[in-house]
C-alpha cells in the first residue's frame, strides 16, 4: 500500500514539473477551444472496483464523459459496467468436488467529478484543477450452479481530488489524480454460510486516497 502511495504521489510531482511548459506552449499556438472529452481507462478491467485484499473480484469497462461549463469548470460523468475480472475471470471457476464452482458476475458503477481549473494561462478542461469526485458501484457475484448462493456488494466513494489534464492539439486527452476522502463498503450474503474474518468480507468505511488515470480525445 505504502510503494502504491508513493507511485501516485511520484506520477502526480513528475506531471506537475513537466506538463506545463508544454501547455503553455500549447496554450499559445492552438486555437481551438475543446468543450467535451470522452475518455477511459482499459486498465479498470484488470481490477475494481471490488478487491478482496489485492485479489481482483470485479472489473470495470467504463466510459467517462467531460463537459465544459464555465471558462474554468467542467462536469465530468462516468457509468461503467462491472464483470469479471480480465486479470482473474471468477466466472471460468470450475467445480473441483470442494463446493467452487462458476461465478456470474454483474454490476454497475456511476461516478461525477466537478473540475475548477487552476492554471493561469489554460481554459477548462486543460491544466491543473481540484474539485470533489463521488461515486456509487454495486455488484452482485453469483454462483451458477445455485442461484441462491451470492454475495452482493456496494461501496460508495467520496473524494476531494487534485490533477492535471493534458490535451494536445490534435486533441488526445490524458487525465491523471489523486486526492483524500472516504470509502464505505457493504456486503450481504445469502445462501452458503461465510466466514467474514476470513475472508475479509466485512462492512466497513474509511479514509480512501483515490488514484484516477484515463485518456481519450477532446473536441
Not at 88 to 99: S, V
Not at 100 to 125: C, D, E, H
Not at 195 to 211: E, H, L
Request: with cysteine.
Amino acid at each position: 500500500m505504502k510503494k502504491t502511495l508513493c507511485l501516485m504521489i511520484a506520477c502526480l510531482v513528475l506531471l506537475s514539473l513537466a506538463l506545463p511548459v508544454s501547455a503553455q506552449g500549447q496554450a499559445s499556438n492552438s486555437e481551438k477551444d475543446f468543450r467535451f472529452t470522452i475518455k477511459t481507462n482499459p486498465l479498470a478491467a484488470l481490477g475494481g472496483p471490488f478487491w478482496l485484499a489485492i485479489v481482483p473480484l470485479t472489473g470495470e469497462y467504463k466510459v467517462l464523459f467531460e463537459a465544459k461549463v464555465a471558462p474554468k469548470a467542467s462536469f465530468q460523468f462516468g457509468v461503467g459496467y462491472i464483470g469479471p475480472s480480465a486479470l482473474l475471470n471468477l466466472d471460468d471457476l470450475t467445480n473441483d468436488g470442494e463446493n467452487i464452482s462458476g461465478i456470474k458476475t454483474s454490476g454497475f458503477r456511476v461516478q461525477g467529478m466537478f473540475k475548477y481549473f487552476l492554471s493561469r494561462n489554460l481554459q477548462a478542461p486543460e491544466g491543473f484543477y481540484i474539485g470533489p469526485h463521488v461515486s456509487f458501484a454495486t455488484a452482485e457475484l453469483k454462483s451458477k450452479d445455485n442461484a441462491e448462493n451470492y454475495i452482493k456488494a456496494q461501496k460508495i466513494n467520496a473524494n476531494g481530488v487534485i490533477g492535471y489534464q493534458l490535451i494536445t492539439k490534435g486533441g488526445f486527452a490524458l487525465d491523471i489524480y489523486t486526492g483524500i476522502g472516504f470509502v464505505s463498503r457493504n456486503w450481504t450474503f445469502s445462501g452458503s454460510e461465510f466466514d467474514t474474518d476470513q475472508t475479509g468480507f466485512r462492512d466497513k468505511a474509511s479514509i480512501n486516497i483515490p488514484f484516477g488515470f484515463s485518456f481519450g480525445y477532446a473536441f
